[in-house]
């Protein structure tokens, strides 16, 4: 700790942090703008200007850039003064020198940073009076808007895209004051995590172009706390809502999970909710039959079938813990089954099984970035887990941290750490199916099918530890040369990591990985766990695994429905036909009375249903969805759906007294997984007089008329009794506490950039914690090593390897109008030797067989797929011909395919013949 | 780093990378020699480019993207940073004319208006019969004889209206420029 004096008050501080840094952390107003927590200082925007004296008889003092000088014990600072206040004004004033007069009309209008720190800095008056530069705007694609005018020259868009995200495609070009921030030419952005370019923009040059088709200020939006659906990280998002329509999503701060940042398919696939397709009320009949039944009539009909005897439940892993709570409770547990396929549940048990285990921790996003030796084994975390993806990205930086402190180089100092490390990266070694977007920060990488991989990984466990299990295959002398660089780097690591996952689609695999996890521990002495991150699919996987029963599958439901032995099935936000082969599944509804389905989207499930039962969004209710790690998180309802469709929980609960708490606490008790789940939901302790949290600031227009168009009377605001928020503006001050905030305000900081108010320190935790909690306890030894299993033979002439696409993979944001423009389309990408032998060229079809299934794919040619191998991409929503190492047969097929290359992202891909 | 394939794929379908000459290739190579990595060379093989080009077009700023893996925006960033990296196409002779405060004090501007008049042309344009392109320069260190202006490689110190008729005539005829004053 040191202590330094700020205009006259002492403060103890970090002294290995900046100035900058410090005196945000304290709270004080000090403006910046190319200065980031997770980025660093490069003393670019002379902005954070403060005096600094030399010692307490120094009157004069010096000019300095705060986000560039060290706190040092006994510094003696001042914002206050004069000359640093002149400074400041002069500097945003040459700043704004072209900044347009375009505020009124700006998405950034009301939450920008550069209007804050205008008005902080006291220019209130331009006296520039000269013709203003002007550039031509890019088109960027669907999510990002570009209006280049507005630009300060801060350099953050290009500091976060390409230093911090590793993107490619954004540049700074041009000099002086004809500086340009774009693309070569037009043309989408690649990055999956362009979005945040809107967040890191301090003024209106990247703005949200999903948000500006339907804008509204900030304060007109009605926001809750909530997380996001896209993937299994559970980020923290703010979604706005106005006049009953989703409005966007932005970064909610969360200290261990997403930070300051969130991946595209989060931020902008959630156009979903606003769907005309989705089902506003609920129906009863098949076919011409169907008809649109009263809530009444649905509830009542739904709980005839209930109450009749013989139902099974299939629950969901995009559901929310209580919605699946609420049908495994109506059904009883050994009536629910997990709506998953059946590969994917063997592996979620495994995954059970390891979460109690003591040798091995799901490290949290922030933990993956303090990593510096990381191991993928299978899993393209970037299409299935994207944000994990940028963590990696930082987790391999780790390196110039490291040389940057044997040089005594602050690690906020960025360029100095970037000029010293120049290329040098941690050990990051990529073994996958296929070339991935991370191959970039390798160190090694390895392509391979899925029983390839897992020979390698068998072999490294038994490299790291002489009690692990012989493995089946023997290894050329290069492979046992790069397992034992890897050994060595995993073994050396301060903190080594190894990141697998369900999407290898290989049990084999995730197994062969828990062995290296574990000769790991064994190999560092056994006294600290690794950290093994295992990434799953969906938002609640791990929830919907934690509820289910270890026997009860999918298959086994589709079995039973198949013979007849049951008289209803209620399938709970999950199409059936995306998670077993159709043949299956239509055997299965032929057997069974009646087929109840709850959704919010059309489905091929609910179009054979016997009653739809029209569900909620995220957006729309209230949940806890369960993460990767074992976090449970609630989400809170952002708006009430202004149609018929209902939360899940409350269609299915049995007496309409039971609430969201009353199912967490019976689930609590009766379920050993979700022991302490009840604990992650916000108390209304501070409440007073049964007062209620708004979610609308208050700011908030237009809420006495904003009914005026239906009716003249002033309608009553619709009540919530499911939560301890209100939709209005009146209430308790949500500011003291985080887990009820519904969106991110601070006197005079209307940015994004308030979050630091909300901070223990900048780039730190939220003061109150952070939200939610990590359900898994590790109080077991690990039940020794899994066996290798000699796989079942097969017979066919190629290896499949299932891939994964940021669009297209996951169910909901693939039916976002505005992604379908991103969205990638079914695919199986051949090695070019291979495409040459069968004599196909790209965007041919192919028929892909196994056992029983045939199916077209559209051909692409990746350069490194591994001859003998195809990489298939089915969508989500379709079930793949065969599974992870299944040997397959090619043929070429008739006609050719409507595949969507031109959004398909990937660092391989032989651009002849597209 | 082939992560620059993924930036080309987009710009792919409005460019076609160009096929370097061998006589470029062999030059580029040569700087490859001299730097840790082949990333460095970008701002070489530009003017590379541009001394057997002429200028640089979109084609051979993607050619040479490929040729040393730099994503195409990075290359752009370091093409359109240097002004002398001609990004449109410049005339035959290009005339870098300083504006700086010696040659105005010594009265630039007039010569300026004389060249103008005379080729029809302004600043960052180029004569109709692609002769000649004017183009505005800082300083060119010769202050002690300015006004002063740079054709192609060649500098004309002490200019004069006549001297610069002269001069246009030379580079019309084909006849190199003066080396010394």
């Known amino acids: 700790m040191a202590k330094i004096v700020i205009d006259g008050v002492t403060y103890e501080v970090n002294g290995d942090n900046n100035l900058l840094q410090e005196c945000l952390s304290k709270g004080l107003d000090l403006p910046y703008f190319c200065w980031h927590p997770c980025m660093g200082s490069v003393g670019a925007c002379r902005q954070c200007a403060v005096k600094q004296y030399r010692d307490a008889d120094d009157q004069k003092g010096t000019l300095v850039m705060a986000c560039m000088t060290k706190a040092n014990d006994g510094s003696i600072i001042s914002i206050e003064d004069e000359e640093a206040k002149k400074f400041r004004a002069n500097v945003i004033e040459s700043l704004m020198i072209s900044h347009p007069?375009?505020?009124?009309?700006?998405?950034?209008?009301?939450?920008?940073?550069?209007?804050?720190?205008?008005?902080?800095?006291?220019?209130?008056?331009?006296?520039?009076?000269?013709?203003?530069?002007?550039?031509?705007?890019?088109?960027?694609?669907?999510?990002?808007?570009?209006?280049?005018?507005?630009?300060?020259?801060?350099y953050r868009c290009v500091r976060f895209y390409d230093?911090?995200?590793?993107?490619?495609?954004?540049?700074?070009?041009?000099?002086?004051?004809?500086?340009?921030?774009?693309?070569?030419?037009?043309?989408?952005?690649?990055?999956?995590?362009?979005?945040?370019?809107?967040?890191?923009?301090?003024?209106?040059?990247?703005?949200?172009?999903?948000?500006?088709?339907?804008?509204?200020?900030?304060?007109?939006?009605?926001?809750?706390?909530?997380?996001?659906?896209?993937?299994?990280?559970?980020?923290?998002?703010?979604?706005?809502?106005?006049?009953g329509e989703l409005r966007r999503i932005v970064n909610r701060y969360h200290?261990?999970?997403?930070?300051?940042?969130?991946?595209?398919?989060?931020?902008?696939?959630?156009?979903?909710?606003?769907?005309?397709?989705?089902?506003?009320?609920?129906?009863?009949?098949?076919?011409?039959?169907?008809?649109?039944?009263?809530?009444?009539?649905?509830?009542?009909?739904?709980?005839?079938?209930?109450?009749?005897?013989?139902?099974?439940?299939?629950?969901?892993?995009?559901?929310?813990?209580?919605?699946?709570?609420?049908?495994?409770?109506?059904?009883?547990g050994d009536n629910f089954y997990a709506g998953v396929s059946d590969a994917e549940f063997a592996q979620l048990q495994i995954l059970k099984q390891l979460s109690g285990e003591s040798a091995l921790h799901a490290p949290s996003v922030r933990e993956i970035e303090e990593c510096d030796a990381v191991l993928v084994l299978g899993e393209d975390v970037t299409n299935t887990a994207p944000r994990i993806a940028l963590a990696l990205r930082q987790s391999a930086r780790n390196r110039a941290d490291e040389l940057a402190a044997a040089a005594g180089i602050p690690s906020w100092q960025?360029?100095?750490?970037?000029?010293?490390?120049?290329?040098?990266?941690?050990?990051?070694?990529?073994?996958?199916?296929?070339?991935?977007?991370?191959?970039?920060?390798?160190?090694?990488?390895?392509?391979?099918?899925?029983?390839?991989?897992?020979?390698?990984?068998?072999?490294?466990?038994?490299?790291?530890?002489?009690?692990?299990?012989?493995?089946?295959?023997?290894?050329?002398?290069?492979?046992?040369?790069?397992?034992?660089?890897?050994?060595?780097?995993?073994?050396?690591?301060?903190?080594?990591?190894?990141?697998?996952?369900?999407?290898?689609?290989?049990?084999?695999?995730?197994?062969?990985?828990?062995?290296?996890?574990?000769?790991?521990?064994?190999?560092?002495?056994?006294?600290?766990?690794?950290?093994?991150c295992c990434v799953v699919p969906e938002v609640n996987s791990v929830g919907l695994v934690l509820m289910a029963g270890e026997t009860q599958s999918l298959g086994l439901a589709l079995k039973k429905m198949q013979a007849g032995d049951v008289q209803a099935a209620v399938v709970l936000e999950n199409d059936l036909f995306g998670r077993a082969p159709q043949s299956q599944v239509e055997a299965a509804l032929a057997g069974v009375g009646q087929l109840v389905a709850i959704d919010q989207l059309p489905t091929r499930t609910t179009e054979l249903a016997d009653l739809v039962i029209a569900g909620t969004s995220f957006a729309e209710q209230q949940g806890t969805y369960i993460n990767y790690e074992g976090r449970a998180q609630t989400s809170m309802q952002v708006f009430m759906n202004n149609q018929a469709a209902r939360p899940a929980w409350k269609w299915l609960r049995k007496e309409s007294e039971t609430t969201l708490a009353g199912l967490l606490q019976t689930a609590e008790t009766t379920l050993e997984g979700l022991a302490g789940i009840t604990a992650i939901l916000p108390v209304s302790a501070a409440a007073v007089a049964g007062m209620k949290y708004p979610r609308q600031s208050h700011r908030y227009s237009g809420r006495t008329a904003i009914q005026a168009a239906?009716?003249?009377?002033?309608?009553?605001?619709?009540?919530?009794?499911?939560?301890?928020?209100?939709?209005?503006?009146?209430?308790?001050?949500?500011?003291?506490?985080?887990?009820?905030?519904?969106?991110?305000?601070?006197?005079?900081?209307?940015?994004?950039?308030?979050?630091?108010?909300?901070?223990?320190?900048?780039?730190?935790?939220?003061r109150q914690g952070n939200p939610g909690r990590l359900l898994f306890t590790r109080n077991g030894s690990s039940a020794g090593y899994f066996e290798p299993e000699s796989a079942a033979v097969t017979t066919g002439d190629f290896t499949l390897i299932p891939a994964y696409q940021l669009y297209g993979s996951d169910e909901l944001s693939a039916r976002a109008e505005v992604v379908n423009?991103?969205?990638?389309?079914?695919?199986?990408?051949?090695?070019?030797?291979?495409?040459?032998?069968?004599?196909?060229?790209?965007?041919?079809?192919?028929?892909?067989?196994?056992?029983?299934?045939?199916?077209?794919?559209?051909?692409?040619?990746r350069r490194s797929v591994k001859p003998g191998t195809i990489v298939a991409f089915t969508p989500a929503g379709q079930f793949p011909v065969a599974g992870a190492g299944d040997q397959v047969s090619l043929s070429k097929a008739q006609g050719s395919g409507q595949a969507r290359f031109g959004n398909l992202i990937v660092s391989d891909l032989q651009q002849e013949g597209i | 780093m082939n992560s620059n394939l993924i930036a080309s794929s987009a710009t792919s379908d409005k460019i076609q990378a160009r096929e370097l000459t061998a006589s470029e290739i062999e030059e580029i190579e040569h700087e490859?020699?001299?730097?840790?990595?082949?990333?460095a060379v970008g701002l070489e093989a530009l003017k590379i480019v541009q001394k057997h080009q002429g200028w640089v077009s979109d084609e051979s700023l993607l050619a040479i993207s490929r040729?040393?893996?730099?994503?195409?925006?990075?290359?752009?960033?370091?093409?359109?940073?240097?002004?002398?990296?001609?990004?449109?196409?410049?005339?035959?002779?290009?005339?870098?004319?300083?504006?700086?405060?010696?040659?105005?004090?010594?009265?630039?501007?007039?010569?300026?208006?004389?060249?103008?008049?005379?080729?029809?042309?302004?600043?960052?344009?180029?004569?109709?019969?692609?002769?000649?392109?004017?183009?505005?320069?800082?300083?060119?260190?010769?202050?002690d004889r300015a006004p002063v202006m740079m054709v192609d490689e060649n500098q004309h110190r002490n200019l004069t209206a006549e001297k610069v008729d002269a001069i246009i005539q030379q580079y019309r005829n084909n006849e190199p420029g003066e080396q010394g004053s």
């Open chain 1, 101 to 154: 007069h375009d505020c009124p009309v700006c998405e950034e209008g009301g939450e920008c940073h550069l209007q804050d720190m205008t008005l902080m800095s006291g220019h209130n008056y331009r006296r520039y009076d000269r013709k203003k530069v002007t550039h031509r705007n890019q088109y960027l694609g669907p999510f990002v808007g570009h209006e280049m005018n507005r630009c300060i020259t801060c």
């Open chain 1, 414 to 532: 960025d360029a100095a750490v970037r000029e010293l490390a120049q290329r040098e990266l941690s050990p990051v070694y990529l073994l996958s199916g296929y070339a991935t977007r991370l191959d970039d920060i390798a160190r090694a990488t390895v392509v391979d099918s899925a029983p390839g991989l897992t020979q390698l990984a068998q072999a490294l466990a038994r490299t790291l530890d002489s009690a692990a299990p012989t493995p089946a295959a023997t290894l050329q002398e290069e492979q046992k040369q790069l397992l034992g660089s890897i050994a060595d780097d995993l073994k050396g690591a301060r903190r080594p990591l190894i990141v697998c996952g369900t999407g290898s689609g290989s049990e084999a695999l995730l197994k062969a990985a828990a062995n290296v996890a574990r000769a790991l521990a064994t190999a560092r002495g056994g006294d600290q766990a690794v950290d093994f």
């Open chain 1, 821 to 861: 423009e991103r969205l990638t389309g079914a695919y199986v990408a051949l090695a070019p030797h291979d495409a040459q032998q069968l004599g196909v060229a790209a965007n041919d079809l192919v028929t892909v067989s196994a056992d029983q299934e045939a199916l077209d794919y559209p051909v692409c040619i």
């Open chain 1, 710 to 766: 239906a009716n003249v009377h002033e309608g009553k605001q619709p009540e919530d009794r499911d939560s301890i928020m209100a939709f209005s503006m009146e209430g308790m001050s949500s500011q003291r506490d985080t887990a009820v905030l519904p969106n991110t305000w601070a006197p005079r900081w209307n940015s994004n950039q308030s979050v630091s108010k909300f901070l223990d320190e900048v780039g730190g935790h939220l």
């Open chain 1, 255 to 332: 200290g261990d999970v997403n930070g300051y940042f969130l991946c595209d398919r989060g931020r902008f696939g959630y156009g979903f909710v606003n769907s005309a397709e989705r089902l506003a009320e609920s129906q009863q009949g098949k076919g011409t039959g169907r008809r649109t039944v009263s809530e009444d009539e649905a509830v009542l009909e739904l709980n005839r079938i209930l109450d009749g005897g013989q139902v099974i439940g299939i629950g969901s892993p995009r559901a929310s813990v209580e919605a699946n709570l609420a049908l495994l409770q109506r059904v009883g």
């Open chain 2, 67 to 143: 040729y040393l893996d730099i994503p195409v925006s990075e290359l752009e960033g370091v093409a359109t940073f240097f002004n002398l990296v001609f990004r449109r196409p410049v005339g035959k002779h290009v005339m870098l004319f300083c504006d700086s405060v010696s040659c105005w004090i010594m009265g630039c501007e007039n010569i300026r208006a004389h060249i103008s008049q005379k080729l029809g042309i302004d600043y960052g344009e180029t004569t109709a019969d692609g002769e000649f392109t004017l183009l505005p320069v800082p300083c060119l260190g010769d202050c």
């Open chain 1, 163 to 243: 230093d911090y995200a590793g993107g490619t495609d954004l540049a700074a070009q041009a000099s002086h004051h004809h500086t340009y921030f774009g693309r070569q030419s037009d043309g989408f952005l690649e990055s999956e995590f362009s979005g945040n370019l809107v967040e890191m923009c301090p003024t209106g040059v990247f703005t949200d172009a999903t948000f500006s088709a339907h804008y509204s200020r900030k304060w007109d939006l009605q926001t809750a706390p909530s997380v996001c659906v896209g993937c299994a990280v559970g980020c923290n998002t703010t979604p706005g809502e106005r006049y």
């Open chain 2, 32 to 39: 490859k020699t001299l730097y840790p990595d082949k990333q």
